[in-house]
């Protein structure tokens, strides 16, 4: 068993987040036993949160090893590990996020969830599967579907909830008629996409941002090796005897964001781990911060289209850099 405890925050909603969770997104998912077990091997060396979601694939897994955890006492209560799921497109409409929620409670085997997200601001025809949404996105509306989370909120369903990647003007029209605003907002942000605007509007209306793609989601089909392959992270990972990564990680830790990180590999897990005894020097993250270029991995450009709700990037997201 691990020593490592994650700290946590405390956000708007009054529960407390462990600021390093274990991603369950993969382009090639483990069987579902071989996914069961690396979620095991994850909470063996400390992980406590979890982030999944409806079209990941995984959620049946996650709740087979929480159970089995449970089960062999690597934890001693449900309470004691963060889980987060996200609503799918396709259910991102008034009448379909209560149902879609207690499908993915099912999934899970839970009788709640820790964090529910709306995944995107984006709203598509029912059955669509996958990110090819070429003539079927349809109107979303942003208003009605918050109030459904909220009721998901008030059945005691969701412990928290919050939004994936929305910008400030879509964030704003939430905050303009919510009861419970979001406590989340979970967005792509690492070293080449720092998200300075977004974060400084987060923190201002007290929503705390979760980093998605922490290392730029390197080896994917549509992300960048402008973290990995950094000079500068480079240079300050020789210069601390860590890795690149380990260096990227602890800049979001650095900024109050929490980070999801995804590795199934035993070893990186750890190490990913690694990252909360020691700081980086005013210097470095000053390198960071201004010696990085800067360029979004997932642009979004399969969400646009002259017949669609977003009909240019800035639309897409908010004009938010």
Not at 29 to 56: K, M, N, Q
Not at 63 to 89: H, N, P, Q, S, Y
Request: aromatic residues 8%.
């Amino acid at each position: 068993m691990s020593n490592v405890v994650v700290p946590e925050v405390v956000l708007s909603s009054g529960a407390r987040m462990p600021l390093i969770g274990m991603g369950g997104a993969a382009t090639n998912l483990p069987p579902p036993d071989v996914l069961t077990s690396i979620f095991l091997d994850a909470i063996e060396v400390g992980y406590r949160h979890f982030d999944t979601a409806a079209c990941y694939g995984s959620e049946e897994a996650l709740g087979r090893a929480v159970a089995e955890a449970l089960d062999r006492g690597l934890v001693k209560r449900r309470g004691d590990i963060f889980i987060t799921t996200k609503l799918w497109c396709a259910d991102a409409h008034p009448g379909l996020v209560l149902p879609a929620l207690k499908k993915s409670l099912q999934g899970l085997g839970l009788e709640y969830v820790d964090l529910y997200l709306i995944h995107l601001p984006i709203r598509v025809k029912e059955g669509t599967e996958g990110f090819d949404f070429k003539g079927k996105m349809l109107p979303f509306d942003v208003k009605g579907t918050w109030e459904a989370m909220e009721e998901c909120s008030k059945l005691g369903l969701a412990k928290s909830i919050g939004v994936s990647n929305f910008g400030t003007k879509k964030l704003s029209q939430i905050l303009m008629h919510a009861t419970i605003p979001p406590a989340v907002n979970q967005v792509e942000m690492n070293a080449g996409w720092q998200q300075g605007k977004l974060r400084e509007y987060c923190k201002e209306n007290g929503i705390h941002v979760s980093a998605w793609s922490p290392l730029g989601a390197n080896g994917t089909s549509w992300g960048s090796s402008v973290v990995m392959e950094s000079h500068v992270l480079k240079d300050i990972a020789i210069a601390r005897g860590k890795t690149v990564a380990q260096v990227a990680l602890r800049w979001i830790h650095e900024q109050g964001a929490s980070v999801i990180v995804k590795s199934f590999n035993k070893e990186r897990m750890k190490e990913n781990l690694q990252i909360l005894d020691w700081e980086l020097s005013q210097e470095h993250s000053d390198k960071i911060k201004l010696r990085i270029p800067q360029r979004r991995g997932f642009s979004g450009e399969a969400f646009v289209s002259e017949d669609g709700p977003y009909k240019s990037l800035d639309e897409l997201w908010d004009g938010d850099c």
